[in-house]
């Protein structure tokens, strides 16, 4: 299971609630991009509609810019292949409640490339001030115990 495109500031900037594991529906020079890890999921988030769920704002850079089909938006909605239940669930969160559902990492699972999602809260400012001042911690404790 190795991680092809990872949100690297999601575990600074939200507190991770609950996880899915979701397919993407991708074109196929998508799919070579993606295992070149070329695209980004900052900005991105997870919308329900209907009975469809969609990841919104992901860039997936072209993988040949000579070989791009013409007209191709690289931050083009994709829809998510979940179950109806999961599909449900993440609409009832996502009804209000402060909630918001993002995408945590794309990786592959076998020849599959897989979505985690994450039902996430918002976190205030002093947590973040303590999430620094923890790594910093750990940082120095490392350092000791490595210059021993």
Known sequence: MATLIDNG?????YEILETFEAGIEL??????SVRAKK???EGSYIIVRGSEAFLMGMLISPYQENNTPEGYDPRRNRRLLLTAEEIRK????????GLTI???KLYNKNTLIKVS???VRGKKKYDKRETTKKRETDR?????FRDR
Not at 140 to 144: F, W
């Open 27 to 32: 074109l196929g020079f998508e799919v070579k």
């Open 102 to 104: 993002v995408p945590i």
């Open 140 to 144: 120095n404790v490392r350092r000791e």
């Open 39 to 41: 695209g980004s999921l």
């Open 9 to 13: 500031k999601i575990h600074f900037d």
């Open 117 to 119: 999602v994450g039902v």
């Open 90 to 97: 993440l609409a009832d969160i996502g009804d209000g409640k």
